[in-house]
C-alpha cells in the first residue's frame, strides 16, 4: 500500500493502482452493484482529455512537456491499455465527478512517471479549464456518437443488406397475409420482407437524426455554465482538435447552461433506439411465429438449426436467436424509461443522474448493435421459405373469396366464406353449392396472382 493525501486527509491505495485519493475513496464509499464505468465512455474520456491538453496548450494553460505527458497515457488509454486503472462504479455521484478525477489522476501519475518528474497535478493540470460538469455530458456525447456510427449503423446496413437479398431470393412466392392473427388476403412473401426491410431502414434514419444534437457538446461550460477558468474559444478550438482525431463534425453546444442541464440529446437518441427496438421484436416475432411446427405451427419458414433446442425433447429446433432479439429489445425498452426519468431530474445548473444516463445509453447501443449482427449471421442469412407449406395454405385459406367482393357483392362472398368454414369444404364447392358462379367463373376469378397488386 502507499498514501495519498487530498483535503480531506491520507488514504491508502493499494500498490500497482495509479489512481490517487479521489478514486479511492469513491471504490471504498460506493460499493453498489457490479456495473461498471463502460469501456467506451472511458475511450471516450481519455479522448476527450487528450483534445483539452491540446487546446490548453494552444492557449498557453500548459506546457508543452506537460502536454505530451498527458498525450502519452491517454494513447495507451485509447489502446485499450489500462482498463483495470478504472474499477469504478456506475452507482456514484449523479455528476461522475469521481470518473473525471479516476481519469485525471491516472493520468497524472503515469504521466509523471514517463516525464521521469512531477510535470502533472490531476485538477491544476489535467482538469485545467474543466470541470467534472462539463467533461462527463460532453464524454457521453462522444461516446454516443462514436459507438452509433461505429457499431450500431454497420450492423443495420448489414440487417438491410440481408434482407434485400431475401426479397430477391424470394421473389413471385405468393403466401396467404394474416391481420389480427387471422386469415387475410394474399401477398408476396418478398413484400413481406420488404416491410421488414423498410423498419430497419426508417429506424436507422430516425438513429440518424438524433446525431446533431449528440455532436453538440458541453465542453467550455465548466462548473455551472458560465465558463468560469477556461479561455474564451476554448470550446471551438477543443471540437476542431477532437474532429480532425476522430473525423467526426462535433462543435459546441451554443448554450452552455443547455448542455450541463438538459439531457434531451440522450432521451432523444434513447427515444430512436427503442424505435429500432420495437420494430426488431416485431421481425423477430413475425419470423418465430411463421417458422413454428414444424408440423403442428404455421411452418411457413424454415429457421437455420444453430443448436439442439431442449434438454429432453431431442430433434427439437427453437427459434433461438428470435428469442435472444425480442429479450434485448424489451431491455432497451426499460432502459429508455430509466434515461426519461433520468434526463427529468435536472436541478438548476446541472443533471445528477448522468452515470445511469451514460450506462443505459451504452447498453441499448451496444445490445442492438451485437443483436442485428446475431440475427443477421444466424437467423436472416439462414432462412427459407416453406413452399409446399405455403401453397397448401394459400390455396386453404377462405379470404381468397375477397376478390369475389367487385363479382358478386360482399354480402354473398361473406357467405361463402362462412359455409365453407361451417361445412368444412372448399371455398370453391361453397362458391358452387350456393350457385353464385360456375366452375368456370370461379377459376377466372380467384387467381391468388391477380390478388397481390392494386386492380
Known amino acids: ?78 489502446n485499450q491499455e489500462l482498463r483495470d486503472q478504472f474499477p469504478l462504479s456506475v452507482w456514484q455521484t449523479g455528476s461522475g465527478t469521481q470518473t473525471n478525477m479516476n481519469l485525471n489522476e491516472v493520468i497524472t501519475t503515469l504521466g509523471n512517471l ?9 485538477n491544476d493540470v489535467v482538469n485545467a479549464s474543466q470541470s467534472s460538469n462539463d467533461t462527463f455530458p460532453s464524454a457521453l456525447h462522444i ?24 426479397e430477391k431470393k424470394n421473389a413471385g412466392i405468393i403466401k396467404i397475409g394474416r391481420t389480427h392473427l387471422q386469415d387475410a388476403t394474399p401477398l408476396y412473401l418478398s413484400g413481406e420482407i420488404s416491410g421488414w426491410r423498410s423498419m430497419i431502414e426508417h429506424a436507422r434514419r430516425q438513429i440518424l437524426d438524433t446525431l446533431p444534437y449528440l455532436r453538440e457538446l458541453a465542453i467550455g461550460a465548466t462548473a455551472v455554465g458560465s465558463g468560469i477558468n477556461c479561455p474564451a474559444g ?30 434531451d440529446a440522450a432521451v432523444f437518441l ?30 411457413e419458414l424454415i429457421i437455420p438449426a444453430n443448436e439442439p433446442g431442449s434438454s429432453i425433447m431431442p430433434g427439437k429446433v427453437n427459434p433461438t436467436q428470435c428469442e435472444s432479439v425480442t429479450m434485448t429489445a424489451v ?25 445511469l444516463i451514460a450506462y443505459n445509453l451504452w447498453q ?6 451485437d443483436s442485428a449482427d446475431s440475427f443477421t449471421k444466424r437467423c436472416l442469412k439462414g432462412l427459407e421459405a416453406n413452399t409446399p407449406v ?17 363479382v358478386i357483392g360482399y354480402k354473398k362472398a361473406a357467405q361463402a366464406a362462412r359455409t365453407a368454414h361451417e361445412q368444412g369444404i372448399s371455398l370453391k364447392e361453397a362458391i358452387l353449392v350456393l350457385g353464385y358462379l360456375t366452375e368456370e367463373e370461379f377459376d377466372r376469378h380467384v387467381q391468388p396472382e391477380k390478388m397481390v397488386r392494386p386492380l
Open 1 to 78: 500500500m502507499r498514501i495519498e493525501e487530498d483535503v480531506l486527509g491520507t488514504i491508502e491505495v493499494p500498490d500497482g493502482c495509479w489512481w490517487k485519493s479521489q478514486t479511492q475513496r469513491s471504490l471504498e464509499n460506493f460499493p453498489v452493484g457490479e456495473e461498471k464505468m463502460p469501456e467506451p465512455l472511458i475511450q471516450a474520456f481519455s479522448l476527450l482529455k487528450l483534445c483539452c491538453a491540446r487546446a490548453n496548450l494552444r492557449f498557453g494553460v500548459i506546457t508543452s512537456f506537460q502536454e505530451a505527458a498527458i498525450e502519452e497515457v491517454c494513447r495507451r488509454i485509447l
Open 114 to 122: 514517463h516525464a521521469g518528474r512531477d510535470i502533472l497535478h490531476p
Open 143 to 166: 461516446m454516443a456518437v462514436l459507438e452509433v456510427t461505429g457499431k450500431l449503423l454497420p450492423a443495420l446496413d448489414a440487417m438491410i443488406d440481408c434482407l434485400r437479398d431475401l
Open 234 to 263: 476554448f470550446d471551438q478550438v477543443f471540437c476542431d482538435i477532437l474532429n480532425r482525431e476522430t473525423g467526426e463534425s462535433f462543435r459546441p453546444d451554443p448554450n452552455k447552461y443547455h448542455a450541463l442541464t438538459s439531457k
Open 270 to 299: 434513447s427515444g430512436a433506439l427503442k424505435s429500432l427496438a420495437a420494430n426488431m421484436m416485431k421481425i423477430a416475432n413475425d419470423i418465430r411465429w411463421l417458422a413454428s411446427g414444424p408440423r403442428c405451427g404455421i411452418g
Open 331 to 355: 431491455q432497451v425498452m426499460g432502459n429508455d424509461a430509466a434515461i426519461g426519468m433520468a434526463a427529468s431530474q435536472g436541478n438548476f445548473e446541472l443533471n445528477v443522474f448522468m452515470p
Open 364 to 369: 441499448s447501443i451496444r445490445l442492438l448493435a
Open 390 to 406: 405455403i401453397e397448401a395454405n394459400l390455396e386453404n385459406s377462405l379470404m381468397l373469396v375477397t376478390c369475389l367482393n367487385p
